[in-house]
């Protein structure tokens, strides 16, 4: 499977659009607002997707809340910041909410043919202006309780489940979409509070895919988390024991400026580690990284990268049917 991540301009494919995906180098889709219209439209362009590369791992932005990509005829799921307030701080009605908001979740996007969200938001909810309530909570092991009962809801449909920024966008405030973060904290408090939910769920087993953040921490080392292998190689791989899929942030951000131009960037993630790097909202750049970057598929990062597909049945029409998808649109409250 390649290791690029791009995207498509509109609801269905463009020539151009069918001949990159039949690239060698090209292994995933991202889908955002402006590819949906409905789920009878999305679900013939997934279909028309995997028609040109079977292989293809298809994702989405979908946490809920202000990230939510597919809308009209989806349910629309309260953002993971507002669960603990509606559980009145009860940390196992919280749970239920988290556990049926990530099933939730997954039944309706697998049911239209993406293979994953990229999801939960595993930070903490700190003075970021990019995640805010995006994240659980502010304490790390509410965070871990509710990203563990959300991922667990995933899993139970058969979606894996991608932890993100790590490890921890919340403490620092610039959004990395426009502006390269740096976070100046000491290394207890990046690992004692920032990483701490993502360690904690590694440990349970749980997490199969990675995000790393666009952020700088000087403290460890001068280059951001996504280009670097200390981060990747030394921390994840190597402290956290991980074994899953690391997805590189999209590299047309601002955060991801620091290394260079798109060809750099490509190389320099996955030289670090990353094993599929997102290029997105930039046809040209897209273009420039297959033609021009040495980067190759790579049989290690191609075996992760298969084991985040749906093997899901799940048809959009039948969703009315299924006792999962009822029951946890009751428990949200969503009716």
């Not at 666009?214 to 190689?233: M, R, T």
Request: proline letters at 4%; one cysteine or more.
């Amino acid at each position: 499977m390649g290791p690029i991540m791009l995207d498509v301009g509109g609801t269905s494919l463009a020539a151009e659009d069918k001949e990159l995906l039949a690239h060698p180098l090209v292994g995933g889709l991202i889908l955002f607002a402006r590819n949906y219209e409905s789920p009878e439209q999305v679900t013939a362009l997934c279909h028309a997707i995997k028609s040109i590369n079977p292989d293809i791992l298809i994702a989405t932005d979908h946490e809920g809340g202000r990230v939510q990509r597919f809308r009209d005829g989806f349910s629309l799921l309260p953002t993971m910041g507002s669960l603990w307030q509606t559980a009145n701080g009860d940390i196992q009605q919280a749970s239920t909410l988290a556990y049926a908001a990530g099933q939730l979740m997954a039944i309706e996007v697998m049911s239209v043919g993406v293979d994953i969200s990229f999801a939960p938001v595993a930070d903490i909810n700190g003075i970021s202006d990019v995640i805010g309530d995006r994240a659980f909570h502010e304490t790390p092991h509410v965070v871990t309780e509710l990203a563990a009962s959300c991922i667990q809801g995933m899993l139970s449909i058969g979606m894996k489940a991608t932890a993100k920024h790590f490890p921890g966008h919340g403490s620092v405030k610039e959004d990395s979409h426009i502006a390269l973060p740096v976070d100046t904290r000491s290394k207890e408090d990046i690992l004692g509070q920032d990483m701490e939910p993502f360690r904690q769920l590694m440990a349970r087993n749980i997490v199969h895919a990675v995000m790393p953040a666009h952020v700088i921490y000087p403290a460890f080392d001068a280059k951001s988390v996504g280009f670097s292998e200390f981060w990747l190689q030394e921390v994840l791989r190597g402290q956290l024991a991980f074994d899953g899929v690391i997805f590189s942030d999209d590299l047309s951000m601002a955060g991801a400026a620091s290394v260079g131009g798109f060809v750099e960037r490509a190389e320099a993630a996955q030289a670090a580690g990353c094993d599929m790097l997102l290029v997105c909202n930039d046809r040209e750049a897209a273009i420039d990284v297959i033609d021009n970057a040495n980067i190759g598929v790579k049989a290690e990062s191609s075996a992760r990268l298969k084991r985040m597909l749906a093997n899901s049945k799940i048809s959009y029409t039948q969703l009315a049917q299924l006792a999962e998808w009822q029951q946890a649109r009751t428990v949200l409250g969503l009716h």
